[in-house]
């Protein structure tokens, strides 16, 4: 296994008290495998992202609890030199703003170029050469001539093709990204996810993809990871979850793709908020907005266990936290 994120836990320790941002995720990637992890804003999908980097702010923010293990290797007991060799050159992040992630007094080929400097001991010369190969391998025009102009010279989807070749300059084996396409319109969405893609397979990477959009994962993702007030409330392969969520969360954030056959109708959503962290509701956090919640909701957190559909023969694979998952599977 490339990547075993097991039982993590994050808090940020603020003024006005502890936010519980990642409450006991586990998770797996392989390589050449791609995880979607969804949920709305706030659900702990990128603050995970960035304790699996070693990038979270701490303080505020402190890991509390579980193993990060990167080709069996636990993360979280390197020393910040060893954690650095394995940033950037085994595994990379795409951020979801490029242009606030990219140095603005820099020019695209100096921070390509940077990457093979510090970590490949090259010498400026080759490492521009290589940072013009990066440029052509995610397919900006006239790499050769634009290498030396500046982030704010590229549109934003020029931009984010900058960052995944940011992130692929050491071959690492496995990338986050992190709402790679948000700010993108909907046709570069879909050039970038195929990119993406293709360069995925030909290096054989492992891929976690961070996203609010379900709609951008269904043709990439391999498996699914919903997250809900800092927990995965359903894991299952991507077809499974589009056909038949074992959730009522799932269930939600798929009744709220806008479709083609209902056009002129009104576009359903999820009724209330998520929880404040440092309040999170006892028993199930999704009870006050779940239209199945009972007593047993309010008081006993369901356990992300087994689900085995009847009739299915499909074997395990998919888990859902929810006490009435059967009921949610016969209502898809």
Partial sequence: MLL????????????????????????????????????????????????????????????????????GKDLLKLKEEERRKVRGAQMAMIFQDALSSLNPVLSVGEQLAEMFIVHRGMSKKDAKLKAIELMDRVRIPAAKERVSQYPHQFSGGMRQRIMIAMALALEPALIIADEPTTALDVTVQAQVMDLLAELQRELNMGLILITHDLGVVADVADKIAVMYAGRIVERAPVHDIYKNPAHPYTKGLLESIPRL????????????????????????????????????????????????????????????????????????
């Avoid at 992890?37 to 505020?60: F, H, N």
């Avoid at 009870?287 to 919640?293: D, G, I, M, S, Y």
């Avoid at 309010?298 to 009847?310: G, S």
């Fill in 4 to 71: 075993e994120v097991r039982d993590l836990q994050v808090e940020f320790r603020t003024r006005d008290g502890v936010a519980k941002a990642v409450n006991g995720v586990t998770y797996e990637v392989d390589a050449g495998e791609t995880l979607a992890v969804l949920g709305e804003s706030g659900s702990g999908k990128s603050v995970t992202a960035q304790a699996i980097m070693g990038i979270l702010d701490m303080p505020p923010g402190k890991i509390t609890g579980g193993e990060i293990l990167f080709q």
């Fill in 261 to 332: 056959d209902q056009k002129g109708s009104e576009l359903f959503a999820i009724k209330g908020l998520p929880p404040n962290l440092m309040a999170i509701p006892p028993g199930c956090a999704f009870n006050p907005r779940c239209p199945r919640a009972q007593d047993i909701c309010r008081t006993e957190i369901p356990p992300l266990a087994e689900v085995v559909p009847e009739g299915d023969s499909s074997g395990p694979g998919r888990q859902s936290a929810c006490h009435f998952w059967k009921e949610t599977l016969r209502d898809a």
